[in-house]
Nanobody, 123 residues
Framework: HVQLVESGGGSVQAGESLRLSCGFSGVTNSRRCMGWLRQAPGKEREGVASANSDGSASYADSVKGRFTISRDNGKRTLYLQMSSLKPEDTATYYC??????????????????RGQGTQVTVS
């Protein structure tokens, strides 16, 4: 039984930072890519960052150089450090797990597992 629980969202000013956390359990070897998706009202879902099964990390072009993904398997926690936040980063952020790189997914692809989401608002 896979569980993904996000925390750390909030409201910040442009240029500030936030760190999202995702506590996870039940993620099997077949779902070893873990990452973050986001979706803003009226916009397509976007794969923001992915910690991949080969140890690599992938990022959407829109966040490269500003966001960093990390995974602590001992603590069963996935993180997304977000810096230099912009108003266009405003969205609901979802922790997700899938066999594929989360940043490569078609927006309509039914991702394997996804948390309930946490809101990030940048003004």
């Amino acid at each position: 039984h896979v569980q993904l629980v996000e925390s750390g969202g909030g409201s910040v000013q442009a240029g500030e930072s936030l760190r999202l956390s995702c506590g996870f359990s039940g993620v099997t070897n077949s779902r070893r890519c873990m990452g973050w998706l986001r979706q803003a009202p009226g916009k397509e879902r976007e794969g923001v960052a992915s910690a991949n099964s080969d140890g690599s990390a992938s990022y959407a072009d829109s966040v490269k150089g500003r966001f960093t993904i990390s995974r602590d398997n001992g603590k069963r926690t996935l993180y997304l450090q977000m810096s230099s936040l912009k108003p266009e980063d405003t969205a609901t952020y979802y922790c997700a797990a899938d066999a594929l790189d989360l940043t490569s997914l078609n927006p309509l692809y039914p991702v394997g597992f996804r948390g309930q989401g946490t809101q990030v608002t940048v003004s």
